[in-house]
């Protein structure tokens, strides 16, 4: 896996998004125009895993986490193919609520 900036794509029963997430030598930084992930990430091999934090920054209520809370701690479990990293994830104050996506490499 390179490090860098990647567009990730997810979704679950309550909705879908994008946002950009920048991986970096173990930190894992992003968001969107209402929340920001603020985690850590690790490699093993082909596999990816991360723990974030997920908080609203703006007051715009018309964005909605797809998990339907804002403030939450999400962990993300994932397989490497090239330049594209596909995710499950789930927010530990909704365990019953999966989360699928992907986050694919833009840059540096």
Known sequence: ????????????????????????????????SALFYVGIYELKGNSFSAVTKVKRHSQDLNIASVFGMDNINVIIEGEIEGNIINIDGVATEVPDMQMRGKLTRLSD
Do not use: D, H, Q, W
């Open 1 to 32: 896996m390179n490090e860098g900036l990647y567009k990730a794509e997810f979704e679950t029963p309550f909705g879908r998004s994008t946002a950009v997430i920048y991986l970096y030598n173990g930190l894992f930084r992003g968001g969107n």
